[in-house]
T-cell receptor, first 111, second 112 residues
Framework: NAGVTQTPKFQVLKTGQSMTLQCAQD?????MSWYRQDPGMGLRLIHY???????DQGEVPNGYNVSRSTTEDFPLRLLSAAPSQTSVYFC??????????FGSGTRLTVV | SQKIEQNSEALNIQEGKTATLTCNYT??????LQWYRQDPGRGPVFLLL?????KEKRKERLKVTFDTTLKQSLFHITASQPADSATYLC???????????FGTGTKLQVIP
C-alpha cells in the first residue's frame, strides 16, 4: 500500500496563478482532509470530506476549493494564489474514528 | 474559545532519561486524543490513541495518560534515544469526529 500520495512536493507560483494540489489514497478511507502548516501555527484544517460527493469547510477555507468525485482522490485547488498561501500543505485520510495517515506534504511558495 | 496548548519551547533531555511532553486543552470535551510524531520535511506519523474513558495507554517505550478533569494529556518516552528527536503533536477529536484539532507541537531533542 502506498498510503497517501501528494504531488507535487515543491511548487513556486506567481501571485494570481491557480493550481491544483493532488492527493490520492489507496486505503479506502472515507474521510480525507487538507491541512496547512505554518511556523508557530500548527496544522490548520482547510477542507475535509466524509465521502465521495461530500465536502465541508474547515478553519481556513478562503481561497481554496475542493471536490471529491471518488473515494481515492481529494484535490485542493488554489483559485488565485496569494503570498499568504505560502505554506506546507498536508493531505490526510483516516478510518471513521481512527488515526490519520498523512502524505509527505507539498511545500508551496507564492511570490 | 477552544484551545490546545503544547509547550512551544524545545525540550532537551539526556539519552536514557524519560521525556515527558504535555498537552493541555480548554473548552473541549474530546472523545479521544492522539499523539503524532513529525520529523523535519515529513508528514506527521500516528503513535498512540487514548479514549476519554481510558486513563493510560502504553506501546513499547511510549506511555500516554489522559486526565479529563485536569484537561491534560501527558506523553512519556522512557529510555529515550537520539532517534526519538522530533516534534510531537497532540490532536483532539470531539463531537461528531469530523474535525480534528492539532496542537502546535513540542520539539524534543535527545542528547547523546
Amino acid at each position: 500500500n502506498a498510503g497517501v500520495t501528494q504531488t507535487p512536493k515543491f511548487q513556486v507560483l506567481k501571485t494570481g496563478q491557480s493550481m491544483t494540489l493532488q492527493c490520492a489514497q489507496d486505503m479506502n478511507h472515507e474521510y480525507m482532509s487538507w491541512y496547512r502548516q505554518d511556523p508557530g501555527m500548527g496544522l490548520r484544517l482547510i477542507h475535509y470530506s466524509v465521502g465521495a460527493g461530500i465536502t465541508d469547510q474547515g478553519e481556513v477555507p478562503n481561497g481554496y476549493n475542493v471536490s471529491r468525485s471518488t473515494t481515492e482522490d481529494f484535490p485542493l485547488r488554489l483559485l488565485s494564489a496569494a503570498p499568504s498561501q505560502t505554506s506546507v500543505y498536508f493531505c490526510a485520510s483516516r478510518e471513521n474514528r481512527g488515526s490519520y495517515t498523512f502524505g509527505s506534504g507539498t511545500r508551496l511558495t507564492v511570490v | 474559545s477552544q484551545k490546545i496548548e503544547q509547550n512551544s519551547e524545545a525540550l532537551n533531555i539526556q539519552e536514557g532519561k524519560t521525556a515527558t511532553l504535555t498537552c493541555n486543552y480548554t473548552n473541549y470535551s474530546p472523545a479521544y486524543l492522539q499523539w503524532y510524531r513529525q520529523d523535519p520535511g515529513r508528514g506527521p506519523v500516528f503513535l498512540l490513541l487514548i479514549r476519554e474513558n481510558e486513563k493510560e495507554k502504553r506501546k513499547e517505550r511510549l506511555k500516554v495518560t489522559f486526565d479529563t478533569t485536569l484537561k491534560q494529556s501527558l506523553f512519556h518516552i522512557t529510555a529515550s534515544q537520539p532517534a526519538d528527536s522530533a516534534t510531537y503533536l497532540c490532536a483532539l477529536l470531539s463531537g461528531g469526529y469530523q474535525k480534528v484539532t492539532f496542537g502546535t507541537g513540542t520539539k524534543l531533542q535527545v542528547i547523546p
